[in-house]
């Protein structure tokens, strides 16, 4: 199977370079939901106004998209993308297994102690979810299709190439880990551990298979469970 091969070995930015490129990624991320408040605050029958706004959310994801993967070209000769094969579709499903058993334990955790039945991450996404049928269906396909690419190239791809050298194992997928939970917005330790928990294997899955697209395939699948789930909930 032909892979993504950069050719040549790149010189790699200042770390100065590199901090302010993941800090300005990690915000742009960040951000971009807020064009869905916008959404919800237009009136229904401003259809040239929320279709723009919808065109501004889903080209505000894609332009981080190209732009992360600019910058990894930067800081990475490896090959960093495949179409996983068999092997790494098994691994993507163990690593899948294994986060649910540690979440489900954290997740009892935070309801037992902290009293949240969800995490406040999720609870934010329900209510949008709730809130309008636009947001409805742009939230549903940037929640499965979109964030977990933009999250791997940023956090598995980028942070990952940037900081640490390849040979390097457990280090960076524990930066790796702690930095994606921070952008989820927790609230709770308990809350903050399930989202580092994902976040440890996404890593793991990467740093494993040197291959995004098992960590991209990864977080898709957990995705996908977590969005039917949730609205499910709300219908």
Request: hydrophobic share 55%; proline share 3%; glycine share 4%.
């Amino acid at each position: 199977m032909q892979q993504l091969k950069l050719p040549t070995d790149p010189v790699k930015p200042s770390v100065f370079t590199r901090l302010l490129l993941f800090a300005t990624y990690f915000v742009a991320i960040e951000a971009v939901p807020v064009v869905l408040l916008w959404i919800r605050n237009a009136a229904s029958n401003q259809i040239l106004l929320r279709s723009a706004l919808a065109v501004l959310y889903i080209g505000g994801f894609l332009a981080i998209i190209f732009a992360l993967i600019h910058s990894l070209k930067h800081v990475t000769d490896q090959s960093y993308w495949h179409w996983p094969t068999i092997k790494e579709v098994q691994l993507i499903l163990m690593t899948f297994v294994a986060a649910i058993a540690v979440e489900m334990v954290f997740n009892l955790i935070n309801r037992s102690v902290f009293h949240q039945s969800q995490t406040a991450n999720n609870e934010a996404i329900k209510v949008l979810l709730s809130s309008d049928h636009w947001i409805f269906y742009l939230l549903m396909f940037s929640g499965v299709f979109l964030s977990p690419v933009a999250e791997e190239l940023l956090f598995r791809g980028y942070l990952m190439n940037a900081f640490f050298k390849p040979d390097r194992f457990w280090l960076p997928i524990i930066v790796s880990a702690i930095f994606f939970s921070l952008a989820h917005a927790s609230t709770t330790i308990a809350s903050y551990l399930i989202y580092m928990t994902l976040g440890f294997f996404l890593a793991y899955t990467y740093r494993r298979t040197k291959n995004l697209g098992a960590s991209i395939g990864l977080h898709m699948l957990n995705n996908l469970i977590a969005m039917i789930g949730m609205a499910a909930m709300i219908h």
